[in-house]
């Protein structure tokens, strides 16, 4: 049964860094993209970063670009979300999602796109 856990959310300082990790199980992720969505309360749930089946694409949403960095590692069928200088307005429930895709050259930050969620990881910043 495919499975996606995420995991590495804490409470960190504003300027912080953190690193969020998304172990699949159950499927072979080379063939799938993979993305990250955050929804912060009372806010729709909005994209954070993607990454294609081969790693040859990401895309980021506008307020962690330069900042975040998406990667992934299909050997070990984990994909990793670093997270630098992060902002109060960060604080949010980190979801990470995923879609077959299988030679897909890029990725997407629309929601309706993706077919499996993990049960999210929570990030605090706060001083």
């Known amino acids: 049964q495919l499975q996606l856990v995420e995991s590495g959310g804490d409470l960190v300082q504003p300027g912080g860094s953190l690193r969020l990790s998304c172990a699949a199980s159950?499927?072979?992720?080379?063939?799938?993209?993979i993305g990250w969505f955050r929804q912060a309360p009372g806010k729709e749930r909005e994209g954070v970063s993607c990454?294609?089946?081969?790693?040859?694409?990401?895309n980021y949403g506008d307020s962690v670009k330069g900042r975040f960095t998406i990667s992934r590692d299909n050997a070990k069928t984990t994909v990793y979300l670093q997270m630098n200088s992060l902002k109060l307005e960060d604080t949010a429930v980190y979801y990470c999602?995923?879609?077959?895709?299988?030679?897909?050259?890029?990725?997407?930050?629309?929601?309706?796109?993706?077919?499996?969620w993990g049960q999210g990881t929570q990030v605090t910043v706060s001083s």
């Open positions: 999602t995923a879609v077959w895709r299988p030679g897909s050259g890029i990725c997407t930050l629309v929601r309706g796109h993706y077919t499996f």
């Open positions: 990454i294609s089946p081969s790693g040859g694409s990401t």
């Open positions: 159950g499927f072979n992720l080379d063939y799938y993209a």
